[in-house]
């Protein structure tokens, strides 16, 4: 069974920190760009970040550029999404999904995860 479990979510003042887990099971996880994507009330899901597996590469939307950062531990099949410097506007439920090539960018997301809530005070 494919599953891709969350966590590390929570509430957190602005300017404050957090660090979301995906865990990845059931799929040969180094074939598997993983992104993190968001949703929060009201608004579009948006793609956050990806990682590729082939050779790392990672991307980022201009919203969180410079203060978020992802990084995966294919021993572990796990991604992690370090997050700093939150806004309130960061508030949202966030999602790891994989989708089914190595490089971010040229393949459906197959697999997604049931989420994990992000709340950022102001």
């Known amino acids: 069974e494919v599953q891709l479990v969350e966590s590390g979510g929570g509430l957190v003042q602005a300017g404050g920190s957090l660090r979301l887990s995906c865990a990845a099971s059931g799929f040969t996880f180094d074939d598997y760009a993983i992104g993190w994507f968001r949703q929060a009330p009201g608004k579009e899901r948006e793609g956050v970040s990806c990682i590729s597996s082939s050779d790392g590469r990672t991307y980022y939307a201009d919203s969180v550029k410079g203060r978020f950062t992802i990084s995966r531990d294919n021993a572990k099949n796990t991604v992690y999404l370090q997050m700093n410097s939150l806004k309130p506007e960061d508030t949202a439920v966030y999602y790891c999904?994989?989708?089914?090539?190595?490089?971010?960018?040229?393949?459906?997301?197959?697999?997604w995860g049931q989420g994990t809530q992000v709340t950022v005070s102001s």
């Open positions: 999904a994989a989708a089914g090539r190595r490089l971010c960018g040229v393949a459906p997301y197959d697999y």
